[in-house]
């Protein structure tokens, strides 16, 4: 919708109250989403959005992390997540370079707020994406 600028307005002169300016503005007003006007949902004005929670059409999502390259071996070892809280899936991606098939093993029951233990069937580049429901 193209809109007609009224002003500069300067109190106490012209131009007077305008029934055609202030219906401009109300049906504007109307266009705008509940995302815009909800204040647990902030924009940094480059396209960022940080929200308290996502609601899917089947469940939601609080927390979402990337960590990772990681050195990942034989032994059961300890890694940071980046979370900030116990996550409820770990998706652990091996990286790209290795000619055979590889294994990456998350131990979902040492999980902590802050680590998480994965071990390789060999000396791996691990990723990892951390998420909370």
């Known amino acids: 919708m193209g809109y007609v600028q009224y002003g500069p307005f300067v109190n106490g002169s012209s131009p007077g109250l305008s029934s055609s300016f202030f219906n401009q503005v109300e049906a504007f007003l109307t266009t ?41 071996t034989t032994t059961l070892t300890f890694f940071n997540h980046g979370l900030g809280a116990i996550p409820d899936f770990v998706i652990p991606v091996i990286a790209a370079g290795s000619t055979s098939a590889h294994n990456c093993y998350v131990d979902f029951g040492t999980m902590t707020t802050t680590q998480v233990k994965l071990q390789g069937d060999g000396s791996l580049t691990v990723y990892i994406l951390s998420i909370k429901f």
């Not at 647990?40 to 979402?64: E, F, V």
């Open 32 to 72: 705008l989403n509940s995302a815009s006007t909800d204040a647990n949902i902030l924009s940094d004005g480059n396209g960022a959005l940080t929200i308290a929670k996502l609601l899917l059409t089947a469940g939601t999502m609080t927390r979402i992390a990337k960590a990772g390259p990681l050195s990942v």
